[in-house]
């Protein structure tokens, strides 16, 4: 980083909460968890694809069950990472007309939002429970691996509700403090990112 860049905040450490006591307890254990499953997904599903590219060239023929996982680590780490960019601050707004009101009253609709989104995310992750009780029913399998295909799916249910309690805990957040927040730990406002070249 150059002198005459701006100073921009490293969310790539230890994540600390902005909650207090018990409920910041909880919010930075669901944080570690989120970590170690994105951390392990990711690096996992880049092992298997290098692995299986070299067993094609080399071998003729690549791994038969690496599709499968790798469609097990999508779901993990498409699931985990709404939990995680909730935690951050980073899913996509639409922010013109909330950009438009004053502090007070983007207080009042962050609440709202945050309290809508974390309803939303509970029932998303009831219904899709409801579906892995369908599929165990049917007892269908994985072809490759040869495990039943509700687990790959139990993630899903898992990330719903780790980001619905994320925004319970946004929720919170800003019904406790002065300042609005995006989540436990973001303040809303813009960052000046630009870098003079």
Not at 105 to 128: D, E
Not at 132 to 154: C, M, V
Not at 156 to 166: C, K, N, S
Request: glycine fraction near 10%; aromatic fraction near 14%; charge should be negative.
């Amino acid at each position: 980083m150059s002198e005459n860049s701006p100073d921009l905040e490293d969310d790539t450490g230890i994540y600390e909460s902005g909650l207090p006591g018990f409920l910041g307890t909880i919010d930075e254990i669901i944080a570690k968890v989120e970590a170690f499953m994105l951390a392990v997904g990711v690096i996992l599903m880049a092992i298997n694809t290098c692995v299986n590219v070299i067993a094609r060239y080399v071998f003729g023929e690549g791994l038969f069950f690496s599709g499968e996982i790798n469609r097990i680590l999508i779901i993990l780490i498409t699931f985990a990472g709404i939990g995680y960019a909730a935690r951050h601050g980073r899913h996509i707004r639409m922010s013109a007309i909330y950009d438009a009101i004053p502090v007070k009253g983007r207080k009042v609709l962050m609440i709202i939002i945050a309290l809508f989104t974390s309803v939303v995310m509970f029932f998303l992750c009831y219904h899709s429970f409801e579906y892995i009780q369908t599929l165990y029913s049917r007892g269908r399998i994985l072809p490759a691996l040869g495990f039943e295909i509700w687990w790959i799916y139990i993630w899903v249910p898992i990330g719903f509700a780790i980001t619905g309690i994320q925004y319970l805990l946004t929720a919170i957040k800003n019904f406790t403090s002065k300042d609005v927040y995006l989540s436990t730990g973001v303040v809303d406002g813009y960052a000046d990112t630009e870098s003079e070249v």
